[in-house]
């Protein structure tokens, strides 16, 4: 099976082609902004890159997979509009792909525990962790003193990767762990093979959105005076 995989929600924009285990094209490149503005040149690259070594361009993708967080707010709508119009255009389905669970896909499968962990600023991690195999809850927003409570729950030491796994360590230094991964995003093999595996009716491509945008709405319209005492008093 040949996917397209896509991933813009947190620290890379990373855009690839596999045929089953083989990548075809694979761009990855970390940055905290400015996904929107390389997306479509990544797509259009790996793509046509590895029109070379399969068939012709987007006729060869049989699969999108795109992440949908948790993750940066603008960041992952980026991707999921790209995917779903790409998906749209194509006649292809799209799978949403967990961040959390890509970032666990990208280390080392010995069957032990993995805690994926993306700093997620104001004391918080964005977490989920795997045992055996497979997830022991869904992802959370979890503060630093809960994420170590969880990590310390499964009573040996894990592995972490992602953002927030060297947050956690200096906030809880004594805490034991396997191997610490501060990768920025996901592997684009991990993607590709969450991609394959996937059933398309159980991954839909909706963002995963664990708490509220740091980001407030204004409170008076471009032009709109100020509200005084009197109005603020009525309120």
Do not use: N
Not at 25 to 53: I, N, S, Y
Not at 87 to 96: E, K, N, Q
């Amino acid at each position: 099976m040949t996917v397209l995989v896509i991933d813009t929600a947190l620290g890379a924009c990373t855009a690839a082609v596999f045929d089953g285990e083989r990548p075809l094209a694979v761009r990855f490149e970390p940055m905290a902004k400015g996904h929107q503005e390389r997306l479509g040149g990544l797509v259009r690259d790996v793509v046509t890159e590895a029109g070379g070594q399969a068939k012709t361009g987007f006729d060869a993708v049989e699969r999108i997979g795109v992440t949908v967080g948790p993750g940066s707010f603008t960041g992952l709508r980026v991707g999921l509009a790209f995917a779903l119009g790409l998906g749209a255009a194509l006649d292809r389905p799209v799978l949403g792909l967990s961040t959390l669970e890509a970032l666990a896909a990208s280390v080392a499968d010995d069957g032990g525990p993995v805690a994926a962990l993306v700093d997620a600023r104001r004391g918080q991690v964005y977490a989920r962790l795997f045992d055996a195999g497979g997830p022991l809850g869904p992802d959370a927003a979890l503060t630093l003193e809960d994420a170590a409570r969880a990590v310390q729950a499964l009573g040996r030491p894990a592995r972490w990767v992602g953002s927030g796994a060297p947050v956690l360590a200096e906030a809880f230094p004594d805490l034991a762990r396997l191997d610490l991964d501060p990768r920025v995003a996901p592997s684009p093999q991990a993607l590709a093979r969450l991609t394959r595996a996937g059933d398309p009716a159980t991954r839909p491509p909706r963002p995963l959105y664990l708490r509220a945008p740091d980001a407030t709405p204004p409170s008076r319209l471009p032009g709109q005076p100020r509200p005084g005492p009197a109005d603020r008093a009525s309120r």
